[in-house]
């Protein structure tokens, strides 16, 4: 049977802050790619498609009140 002594607890610790801490240092210098996704693409994705709904329904409503307004027009040149 082991006895855990300070010496030897002291050197585990040791080693897996080590550990922690180079496996960390790897994430930093290599990135995944769903991180890099996750973190810049999809919110310029999503916020470009924001955009480009909003773009259209007010390009819809321009179109619609353009069309309203020359049936109206045309109605009245009829009469």
């Known amino acids: 049977m082991k006895t855990l002594t300070l010496d030897g607890f002291a050197k585990k610790t ?43 329904l007010i390009l819809l409503g321009i179109a619609l009140t353009t069309v309203t307004a020359v049936y109206t027009n045309l109605k009245e040149l009829k009469k």
């Open 14 to 56: 040791t080693q897996l802050a080590t550990s922690v801490t180079r496996k960390f240092d790897e994430k930093e210098k290599n990135p995944s790619s769903s991180f890099i996704a996750n973190a810049l693409l999809l919110p310029m994705i999503m916020q470009t498609f924001r955009l480009s709904a909003a773009c259209v």
